[in-house]
Nanobody, 123 residues
């Protein structure tokens, strides 16, 4: 089992930045691919960014490319999502997830999920 706890969400004005953190405990987090997803009210959960277990491969949704960056600190078993140039349409609950397999953009392929952290971007 892997337990994931997100933090760092909040209220920010459009154009601002936030950094989300996802701290892992349990099994060796470095063995898992990591992903960030988000879910806005009334919408399905969608892919935001992902990183392979090795850290050598990353993937981003087109809507966040060039603005968001996924990174990790293996010593702290933590994955981050740096979000810059935030837009009101980025408002959502953000979730981190982990899977014992290759990087994936598919929510159904992830085995472990955090509880989510709210990000609200005001215009």
């Amino acid at each position: 089992q892997v337990q994931l706890v997100e933090s760092g969400g909040g209220l920010v004005q459009a154009g601002g930045s936030l950094r989300l953190s996802c701290a892992a405990s349990g099994r060796t987090f470095s063995n898992y691919a990591k992903g960030w997803f988000r879910q806005a009210p009334g919408k399905a959960r969608e892919f935001v960014a992902a990183m392979s277990a090795s850290g050598g491969t990353t993937s981003y949704a087109d809507s966040v490319k060039g603005r968001f960056t996924i990174s990790r600190d293996t010593a702290k078993d933590t994955v981050y999502l740096q979000m810059n140039s935030l837009k009101p349409e980025d408002t959502a609950v953000y979730y981190c997830a982990a899977r014992a397999g290759p990087i994936s953009v598919n929510t159904a392929r992830y085995d472990y999920w955090g509880q989510g952290t709210q990000v609200t971007v005001s215009s």
